[in-house]
């Protein structure tokens, strides 16, 4: 992408771009994949996601609906290309039409995220508790361990009630087929715990070990156009015994058999506790950096623009919005369990000053002690956003779209943050010691009654 920059008044400037026909394809191939997730369109060989959106939806022109999006989406690389960091999205102004296999010119005029001072430099003081280790975390990773291995035996024989593990062989078939991810000769099955339709469950309560039963049962399913439908299932159960769990005692013996890299059960129970401690340490150092960047925060000086709150806000909602379809909650719900439109509209105000304030704080520290990154210090920020993903897979997505400046920036307010912390005057305390006012009352008792 070819990007020249001009100086406008204030804190602004103009960007004029022109978008190679690569990245003009590669924009309009990614709104087509948002647009196909979005609306839960299918992948389908050997065809493209327009002509899967045309059979399925009846869209002629799939780059038409998307194309706004698209455009939307090549602004990151036109900042990345001048490495600088908008105080809020910018709206980029087309010259022409976007089409495919051709250049594409545009111009964004950016608010340049200004730089703010601090009432002082010098470091912060924090109190928190003593670092420990929790012993019933390392109990209860042992427990779910164990559990994982949980074998089901026989028991003795009785009808089928709700709760019941069973061994069934079953049968189903739907329009004379039969139904590969149903059909089995053993499996157990915990009956009234939502796996089947509540007509199968109906059907499998009350009978008894070696009775078999043929009967029908509706469950969901998708037909050809994706559309849910409800479908009739032909079904023949055969329990053949009552189950229970069995959970197993990890001990030397379990140890050698399913676990042969350790030694003994005890081996295995330190590895357990150093992977806790590590965990529990990591979310220590991540509280000790939250609480000195809030105090950090208390000597921040500026006034923030209406449009980098209405940012900022817009984003967590949108956030919180993704959350809860990944829960089922819906918005309507979530806002009235935090104490109504009001009082939800105040805390995320506050919410989004204070995520604000702290950013600039970090910015100005990183400025101020002229503090420089390095790429294990990128490394480290892709971490913190995904702790499960490779750094430097991440690292590469980011800046394969246009985002390595948003990285850089992560990446320098971390490393602010813990120069901050490795600068702190930190007070430790014991969390299970007497509060100083118990400590005096106590102190006053025995004088009094000396």
Known sequence: ??????????????????????????????????????????????????????????????DSIVEAGAIQGLVPFALDKKNIIPSFPPQPEPKSALK????????????????????????????????????????????????????????????????????????????GEEVAGLTTDGRTYTAGEGYMPDGFDSQILGMQPGETKTFTFEGPGLDEDFNEITEVIDCTVTVKEIQKATVPEIDD?????NMPMYKSAADLRADVQRNVERSAREQYEAYKRNLAVSELARRFEGKIADEVYEA????????????????????????AQNGGEQQFGMMLMLQTREMLVQGFA??????????????????????????????????????????????????????????????????????????????????AEVESAE
């Not at 019933?136 to 559990?147: C, G």
């Not at 943050?417 to 100083?436: F, K, Q, R, S, Y």
Request: proline fraction near 4%.
């Open 100 to 175: 495919r296999d051709r250049e594409f010119a545009f111009d964004v005029t950016v608010a340049l995220k200004p730089d703010y001072e601090l009432k002082s430099y010098d470091p912060v003081e924090i109190t928190v508790p003593k670092f420990a280790v929790n012993e019933e975390a390392v109990d209860q990773q042992l427990k779910d361990m164990a559990e994982r291995y949980t074998v089901y035996v026989a028991a003795d024989a009785k009808p089928v009630e709700k709760g019941d593990s069973c061994l069934i062989a079953m049968t189903c078939t739907k329009d």
């Open 312 to 335: 900022m806000r817009s984003n967590l909602m949108e956030n919180m919005r993704m959350e809860l379809q990944q829960t089922g909650q819906s918005w309507e719900d979530f806002v």
């Open 1 to 62: 992408m070819k990007v020249s920059m001009k100086k406008l008044d204030g804190n602004q400037v103009r960007l004029e771009c022109v978008a190679t026909p690569e990245e003009v394809n590669n924009a309009l191939h990614a709104g087509q994949l948002g647009f196909a997730q979005s609306m839960g369109l299918r992948p389908e060989q050997g065809k493209t996601i327009a002509q899967v959106a045309e059979e399925k939806m009846g869209i002629k022109n799939l």
């Open 253 to 257: 013996e379990w140890v050698s058999t």
């Open 362 to 443: 970090l910015d100005s520290v990183f400025r101020h002690e002229k503090l420089s990154l390095t790429d294990e210090d990128i490394e480290a920020a892709c971490r913190a956003m995904n702790p499960q993903a490779n750094p430097r897979q991440l690292r590469q997505q980011f800046e394969q779209s246009g985002r390595g400046f948003a990285l850089r920036e992560s990446a320098e307010r971390l490393k602010a943050n813990n120069w901050v912390l490795e600068h702190a005057i930190i007070t430790e305390v014991d969390p299970n010691a007497p509060a100083p006012e118990a400590v005096a009352e106590a102190e």
